[in-house]
């Protein structure tokens, strides 16, 4: 098949960007998206040409590394999909695509289709963890977890980090993927005596970023590529105002467990 | 001349070593813990666990990936499971079980020290990950549950869905982000080590281009830890991520690190066949549907165009169940992926070009429900629906051999020292404990114990054994290496050719793949030494890498991984031509037992092949570490 491509080209983060066309010919609907733009890549290669940059690497849909807007869909029309495993067979012969990067303001563009995500790592690193460091952990079955916890809280962790939820958001919120890792480390007994705190930081950690509020659009779980609930949202906004009311983040004293 | 190659195991009984050995070792006062500088490349399961450990005693820890986050680390990918001796099952299991089983996975080509402490410390890393929060699966009770792979006969493997890898990888990660927000380990994302500062004899640092502004830079250290992944990416076609790479490896290679078991590859049996030129890499599906899927293909090559329902059952052939009854279809990965080409050889293969087996879900579905089966394997089906656009709950999904873990890597001793002082490797990187095949799941197990483990204990050694003088940036060591760096990436840029990266890197691969692949044979690796000079020859001289050096630079970076894999895989091919024998992943046709099994050949060829650089135009020298077995007794390895 052979499709017209319409793709953002940006030298570099300070550059001026804009859409330029480009002819994808004897396109296979087996290839993945990724292999149909590698395709385009090679033959600019071939011709002495600056190829699109954009990231990407497991191509299994497990990294988080990829993700573009596609006819401004975040990793395009297949829900549950990220872009490495979209596939050609979605597109039909003659489609015209645009291929733009995340848009957000708290992901600046570095080149093409490849931004800064590092805000991201940052909402992890103001708590997004349990505090205990390597060396004296108690026996692994020392402490039961209700299976339904524990699918519960799979069900969060089950995040990539590939943004797609904030580049979906009308706000460019964070919310999704903040509330994944609360809810994950929530679920679970472990992640209790840092509960109230870790909501508040992670959640102050976000407006630092300059991530939007979030106003429930709803737009993200459409977007997410792993099909996380929004209903993780709820449960941030639950610990996050329990903590406001009864604790501060600075005092790192924490609640009380609820 | 041949290097002298310790192994420092330490001396007495095998459940002893180590805990005598953290005795023995010297420690670092925690005041001056913080006076120390380490440097760790790769932020995987190894790297990760390694800064975020090392930060928590205190040291000053710099840690540097390719990605644009340590979370990316190909680690993530990793489906089924890890490997802990718990025996919460009762099923029989023990530190001596795993450790047996591990030895003999590898086929006998690891050391017994390094095994056994591997299989200690199992049980340590699952207790770690739980308090870390990592939601592993669990039984109504509450319980950690189990589930069986390949190549033993007890369930240890724990594991959370198809997602094992991700949720130890964020369980190492947000350490390691703890780390960084408390200051503790400074993060270089984005960031490709092109070199290894070597002065005195000691590592002491590394030449670090920025993938952004292009920038190439010395960053040093008093000790260096490599953790870097392996280098299954010399086939092009693998299971790795795009990113892999040996270019740490290699370069610290060329400036001395003797490089073990290059050969040593394994090809694991489950993955999503290729379907074209076009395929950019192959998709793993985890040996833990081997637990419920029976691997066949028709018993006549007439029937293989037909649809696999319509293949009657008393004209299929369960080979696996056939060959290896004790261990069916979870026969280790080396003999069921020889079982599979082995009949497509035949011509039973199924699937475009006859590549391909099937993997049959229908008994299980019929005994279990479709709905327990969506439990345990949901998003494993899911992702081989949305590659091949079928239905494994109604048809048998078509699977077929492909690269997947290299068991050799740089030359460590038993504290993950390479024969360069100072440099340690762990994970996939280094070759120490998988032998010549490495086992399900236990590849999580041995990244987490080197990280979390083993390099904790013995990077203090190292540090309070040995004076380090500073290393001063000018240092004629240091301006070398990053002068060699720049002389390199220029090279690449200005041959201005004719010929794509990517093209030269398929190339390469199906040599790799043809040759040094599933079977090897004395001609075919003596043709790949032809054929290999002579695309390197050729990239040098006709690649095309457009762009400039001072940007993001995508085809630059994957030029530079290329240009050593072309110098990578004459090694594997001349180690795999020196090794006269058959063991676990390397297959010498010459070399077979009479129904078609691997021969060992234990009084040649037991021990560790470390091949040290020796320029350019020389051929590597190889040097001997004799594997000496106090323990177990050296056996045929069988699976019937």
Redesign the interface.
């Known amino acids: 098949m052979n499709l017209t491509l319409k793709v953002w080209r940006q030298?570099?983060p300070t550059a001026d960007g804009g859409l330029q066309e480009y002819q994808a010919t004897d396109i296979?609907p087996?290839?993945?998206f990724?292999?149909m733009l590698?395709?385009v890549n090679?033959r600019?290669?071939?011709k002495?040409?600056?190829?699109i940059?954009f990231?990407?690497?497991?191509?299994?849909?497990?990294?988080?590394?990829c993700g573009m807007m596609i006819d401004g869909v975040a990793h395009g029309p297949?829900k549950?999909?990220a872009t490495c495993?979209l596939?050609m067979?979605s597109f039909k012969d003659g489609d015209t695509v645009v291929i733009e990067p995340w848009r957000a303001r708290a992901f600046p563009v570095?080149?093409d289709l490849?931004v800064?995500?590092?805000a991201?790592?940052?909402i992890?690193?103001?708590g997004?963890?349990?505090?205990?460091?390597?060396?004296g952990?108690?026996?692994?079955?020392i402490?039961?977890?209700?299976?339904s916890d524990?699918?519960w809280?799979?069900d969060a962790?089950?995040c990539?980090?590939c943004g797609a939820c904030v580049a979906a958001c009308p706000n460019g919120s964070a919310s999704l993927f903040t509330s994944a890792k609360l809810s994950?480390?929530g679920l679970?007994p472990?992640?209790q005596p840092e509960r109230y705190r870790r909501a508040l930081k992670m959640v102050a950690q976000m407006d630092i970023e300059s991530f939007g509020g979030c106003t429930l659009y709803g737009e993200c779980q459409e977007a997410c590529p792993k099909d996380i609930s929004i209903d993780f949202i709820s449960r941030m906004n639950r610990d996050f105002l329990y903590a406001a009311v009864t604790t501060s983040a600075d005092s790192g004293a924490g609640g009380d467990g609820g | 001349m041949p290097l002298e190659l310790k192994s420092k195991v330490p001396a007495g009984p095998l459940p002893e070593k180590w805990d005598r050995h953290r005795f023995d070792m010297k420690l670092v006062n925690p005041a001056n813990k913080r006076k120390y500088t380490v440097i760790v490349v790769g932020s995987g399961l190894a790297g990760g666990?390694a800064a975020?450990?090392l930060s928590?005693l205190g040291y000053n820890v710099r840690c540097y990936c390719y990605?644009?986050?340590?979370?990316?680390a190909?680690s993530?990918?990793a489906q089924g499971g890890i490997n802990a001796a718990?025996n919460?099952q009762n099923d029989g299991d023990s530190i001596q079980r795993l450790f047996y089983d591990t030895i003999k996975g590898g086929d006998f080509r690891a050391r017994e020290g390094n095994v056994y402490r591997l299989a200690q410390i199992s049980v340590?890393i699952?207790?770690?990950?739980?308090?870390?929060?990592v939601?592993?699966?669990?039984?109504?009770?509450?319980?950690?549950a189990n589930r069986s792979f390949g190549g033993a006969q007890v369930s240890r493997t724990f594991y959370?869905?198809g997602?094992t890898g991700?949720?130890l990888l964020?369980g190492a990660?947000?350490?390691l982000?703890?780390e960084?927000?408390r200051g503790g380990v400074l993060?270089f994302?984005r960031a490709e080590m092109l070199d290894l500062i070597v002065v005195n004899g000691r590592a002491r640092g590394i030449v670090v281009r920025d993938e952004?502004t292009g920038t190439i830079e010395p960053h040093l250290a008093d000790a260096v830890v490599l953790a870097t992944g392996g280098y299954g990416n010399v086939f092009y076609l693998s299971t790795n991520?795009?990113?892999c790479n040996a270019t740490a490896i290699w370069r610290a290679y060329k400036r001395g690190a003797a490089f073990a078991n290059p050969c040593f590859t394994q090809i694991h049996p489950t993955c999503i066949p290729v379907?074209?030129d076009?395929?950019?890499?192959l998709?793993?599906m985890s040996e833990s549907l081997r637990n419920d899927g029976r691997v066949w293909v028709p018993a006549r090559k007439e029937d293989c165009g037909k649809a696999p329902g319509d293949v009657a059952e008393a004209d299929r052939d369960y080979f696996l169940e056939r060959k290896y009854p004790s261990f069916g279809n979870l026969s280790p990965r080396d003999i069921a992926s020889r079982a599979a080409k082995e009949v497509c050889d035949e011509g039973r293969g199924v699937g475009p070009g006859g590549r391909g087996v099937y993997l049959d879900f229908a008994d299980a579905i019929r005994r279990a429900g479709e709905d327990r089966i969506r439990e345990r394997y949901g998003n494993l089906f899911?992702?081989y629906q949305?590659?091949t656009?079928e239905n494994p709950y109604h048809v048998p999904m078509r699977i077929y051999p492909a690269v997947h873990y290299t068991m050799g890597g740089l030359w460590v001793d038993y504290n993950l020292m390479s024969n360069i002082p100072g440099l340690h490797v762990a994970g996939e990187a280094n070759f120490s404990d998988h032998g010549a095949n490495r086992l399900g799941a236990s590849a999580l197990m041995q990244g987490l114990a080197d990280g979390?483990?083993v390099l904790?204990n013995t990077l203090g050694d190292y540090l309070a054994s040995n004076k380090l003088e500073p290393v001063a940036t000018d240092a004629p060591e240091v301006v070398a290496a990053v002068a060699d760096v720049a002389t390199r990436t220029a090279r690449l840029l200005g041959v201005?050719g004719?010929?794509?990266?990517?093209?030269f890197h398929r190339e390469l691969g199906k040599i790799m793949w043809e040759y040094c692949g599933m079977a090897r044979s004395a001609e075919g690796l003596r043709t790949a030494l032809e054929l290999i000079p002579k695309l390197r020859a050729e990239f040098w001289r006709d690649v095309?890498v457009?762009?400039e050096g001072t940007?993001?630079n995508?085809?630059l970076e994957h030029a530079g991984r290329v240009a050593d894999f072309l110098e990578l895989g004459e090694l594997m091919c001349r180690d795999a031509l020196h090794r006269e024998e058959s063991c676990g992943g390397h297959f010498r046709l010459e070399h077979q037992t009479p129904d078609g099994e691997a021969r060992r050949d234990d009084d040649r060829f037991a021990y560790v092949a470390a091949w040290e650089y020796a320029g350019n135009d020389a051929p590597a020298v190889l040097s001997k570490e004799p594997l000496v077995y106090e323990n177990i007794k050296l056996s045929q390895r069988s699976y019937k």
Do not use: W
Request: contains cysteine; hydrophobic residues 35%.
């Open positions: 030298r570099g296979s087996e290839m993945s990724l292999e590698d395709t090679e600019l290669i071939a002495g040409e600056v190829p940059a990231d990407h690497d497991c191509r299994e849909g497990i990294c988080g590394s297949m549950g999909t495993q596939h067979r570095i080149k490849v800064d995500r590092g991201l790592d940052r992890i690193g103001a997004g963890y349990v505090s205990v460091s390597t060396g952990a108690k026996d692994g079955n402490i039961p977890v209700p299976k524990a699918d809280a799979m962790a089950a990539i980090g994950h480390l679970l472990q992640g | 666990a975020a450990t928590e990605q644009d986050s340590p979370r990316r190909h993530i990918a718990k919460y340590n699952i207790d770690q990950c739980v308090a870390q929060g939601p592993f699966a669990r039984e109504y009770g509450g319980l950690l959370a869905r997602q991700q949720q964020l990660y947000q350490a982000e703890k960084i927000d993060m994302p952004v991520a795009k990113g379907a074209g076009y395929q950019s890499k998709t793993l899911e992702m949305r590659i656009d979390y483990f904790p201005k004719t010929r794509t990266v990517a093209s095309m457009p762009g940007e993001l995508q085809t």
